[in-house]
């Protein structure tokens, strides 16, 4: 079974789902016991889920106004951290200071960082997947798969949120 892109939930609550990339589908279900969910309290970041105004140790990050925070993912050397909002992922160090950020065309309602480090994900409400380089947010391929599109049509391997083997890049 191919490694597959999971979300915390549904929107507002709910079951969990992943995307099997092997299968082309996604999947209402939890995902395989050998996969993680994305780490959201390795710091102490507050006010992250749905808010303007989220906080790492009581202190504001910076967003642009009005844009509101959705999805959280903390690197597993907890040095760094992605923030999905409304119109970017971002990218902030353990210190709270920006590292990168790429514009999205829809919400991130998920966000993840692969088991090694080297991915960050992004599950954007207008059902896409993107993948981007962690260190730096270059996006990793030129498209994103919609539903139950052909995850190989895109030319990307299989990337995960819930990290479930090596990431071969």
Known sequence: MAPGLPSASKRGGGKPAWFDAGARRLIARSPPGD????DTSGLPLRDWRNDLAPKLAGKPLKLERNETSRSLAIAPDRRSFVLGTDWYLRRFGAGGEEVWSVALPAAAWAAGVS??????VAALANGTIRW???????RYWPCSCRGT?????????????????????
Do not use: L
């Not at 088991?115 to 960050?120: K, L, P, T, Y």
């Not at 981007?132 to 270059?138: H, P």
């Open 35 to 38: 996969m993680r969910p994305a």
């Open 132 to 138: 981007y380089r962690f260190e730096d947010g270059r």
């Open 115 to 120: 088991g090694d480090g080297r991915v960050a």
């Open 149 to 169: 599109a052909n995850a190989g049509s895109c030319g990307h391997p299989t990337v995960t949120m819930m990290h479930r083997r090596e990431v071969k890049i």
